[in-house]
């Protein structure tokens, strides 16, 4: 079994930075995709971007030129947020999986452990 907790939201002014990150446990990871998904007020849970074991990186082509996904070669995940504004206010889910195909990063239905979720808020 897989724990996956995260850690970082909190409230921030729209234009500011935040940083999450993702600590999950229970076995070795360095062969799973981990990502991060969000749930926004209302919506529908979405993808925000994805690393694989061999660092490839995949995200929502909104967000490129503002979020980055990170990951050591153990089993933390982080995501640096900047230039935030307020209709990302949502929780920010951390999830991972065993499979490292490149078809269905995005797929939420394909990841097999998840966080709580952190919530972030951006006040404008």
């Known amino acids: 079994q897989v724990q996956v907790v995260e850690s970082g939201g909190g409230l921030v002014q729209a234009g500011d930075s935040l940083r999450l990150s993702c600590a999950a446990s229970?076995?070795?990871?360095?062969?799973?995709?981990m990502a991060w998904f969000r749930q926004a007020p209302g919506k529908e849970r979405a993808f925000v971007g994805a690393?694989?074991?061999?660092?490839?990186r995949d995200y929502d082509e909104s967000l490129l030129d503002r979020f980055t996904i990170s990951r050591d070669n153990t089993n933390t995940l982080d995501l640096q947020m900047d230039r935030l504004n307020s209709e990302e206010t949502a929780v920010y889910y951390c999830a991972v999986r065993s499979s490292n195909s490149l078809a269905t990063l995005r797929n939420q239905d394909e990841y097999d452990y998840w966080g709580q979720g952190t919530q972030v808020t951006v006040s404008s």
């Open positions: 690393i694989t074991d061999v660092y490839y």
């Open positions: 229970g076995r070795a990871l360095n062969t799973y995709t």
